[in-house]
């Protein structure tokens, strides 16, 4: 019979290789969010559209591995650490807000006339930015809980 700390010693090889994905798509969310924050939206043409779609691929693939990647274990009764699972309470209803907003930015922008580029887009990306940082303070917490303080979490930069 298995120990809980066996178990857990398995697992967290497991979790650390998909927290790592998760912070690689983070970083490189991060640099196309600083890449797009630059641009002028007052002429839209088609660099805007790829660096636009190149984003909002990696945003949603980004979320899309912090729910699978830190939320699915907790989520399916499989975490037993109670420091972990006090932090989950604590911080998923902030970080499903979030998500919220992402899904939302994605699919406002899933192919958006220009001038929905041009009038809303600088306003939407701040917002966004406002939640994605909430959202990496809120998993970077997740993440030491989960894999211990010894853990280095790269820090965010916003450029490559």
């Known amino acids: ?18 927290i790592d994905s998760m912070l690689t798509e983070r970083q490189q969310m991060l ?8 641009l002028d ?17 990696i945003l949603v693939d980004y979320i899309a591995a912090g729910h699978f990647g830190l939320y699915q274990r907790i989520a399916e ?11 989950a309470r ?5 970080i499903e807000q979030s998500t919220d ?11 958006a006339e220009d001038e929905i580029i041009k009038n809303k887009l600088t306003t939407d990306l701040s917002r966004l930015a406002e939640e994605v940082t909430t959202r990496i303070d809120l998993e970077d917490q997740l993440i030491t809980a989960m894999l211990g ?4 979490i790269p820090d965010v930069q916003p450029q490559a």
Do not use: C
């Open 77 to 87: 009764g499989k975490e037993r650490r109670a420091a972990v699972l006090n932090t």
């Open 31 to 38: 640099v196309l969010l600083w890449e797009l924050s630059k």
């Open 41 to 57: 939206f007052g002429t839209v043409d088609q660099a805007i559209l790829d660096l636009l779609e190149d984003f909002k691929e």
């Open 149 to 152: 303080r010894d853990y280095h």
């Open 1 to 18: 019979m298995a120990t809980t700390n066996d178990a857990d010693a398995n697992t967290r090889p497991q979790s650390r290789k998909l």
């Open 90 to 94: 604590d911080i998923y209803p902030r």
């Open 101 to 111: 907003v992402a899904v939302e930015f994605s699919e406002r922008y899933d192919g």
